[in-house]
């Protein structure tokens, strides 16, 4: 991999990250393209880059994340953590298998399209507002429907979104808390990929991989620097248009990328 293709991944992360379109399935898909995404340090910098989204975050959400008079908050999280946390052990090798075959996401890509195409009409009462009303049981329900997000292609934002508006929250609110959610899922996720997860080909762990060499420790600092900006930028302007538009306009994205990306893959790459 090299400096532009690593620029460009991490655009494609920031970008995605807190929509509802797959930024793993992004991803995935722009590594083939560049015909790198069998190489240990490209999987290891597609999850790492994470961090930066995170910190994007707990930028916009300071005020959130550094109360700590409001103990709920982070009791919410922990318990909405867990399913996924649990789930990811046992499944990181055949979602790892899964990894390497665009087809069977971009299928996904396009089923998902077609349920955020009509989600906003099955969702029309929802009775939870702000975040303070959240109650934990739903704060957990809403952790197991983001574990559906691990089938790459499903999108976590999506996942959790719309488990939060079957829970009956407002799609504001379920964004919101899909965002603050990712903060513990992707920090976990980020530190074992980075310190505890030994790659195949290498039999290096993340962290080894990183300091390898100058040029991969300045990409996974360049990396980590683009995806928290465009991230920022990314959670503004999807806060706006679920406002006006709900989600629908989310559901033909992914369903145009979706046949697009099926088509490639199989016809033409």
Known sequence: MDFFQAIILAIIEGL???????S???????SSYFDIQN??????????????AILAVVALYWKKFFDFSKFDFYLKLIYAVIP????GLFFDDMIEAVLGNPIPIAIV??????????????????KVFKEEDISVRQAITIGFWQCLAMMPGTSRSAASIIGGMQQ???RKTAAEFSFFLAVPTMAAVTCYSVFLKTYEQTQMKGYELILKSTENTTMFLIGNVIAFVVSIIAIKFFIGVIKQYGFK?????????????LIYFSYIK
Do not use: C
Not at 39 to 52: M, N, P, T, Y
Not at 84 to 87: I, Q, W
């Open 16 to 22: 995605t990250e807190y929509l509802p379109v797959s």
């Open 24 to 30: 793993t399935g992004h991803m995935i898909f722009a």
């Open 39 to 52: 190489e240990d340090f490209v999987k290891l910098f597609q999850v790492s880059i994470q961090f930066g």
């Open 84 to 87: 996924a946390l649990v789930l």
């Open 109 to 126: 890509l396009i089923l998902g399209g077609f349920v955020l195409l009509f989600i906003d009409n099955y969702f029309k009462n929802p």
């Open 168 to 170: 009956g929250l407002d």
């Open 249 to 261: 306009p989310w559901g033909y994205y992914r369903i145009i990328v979706g046949v697009l990306l």
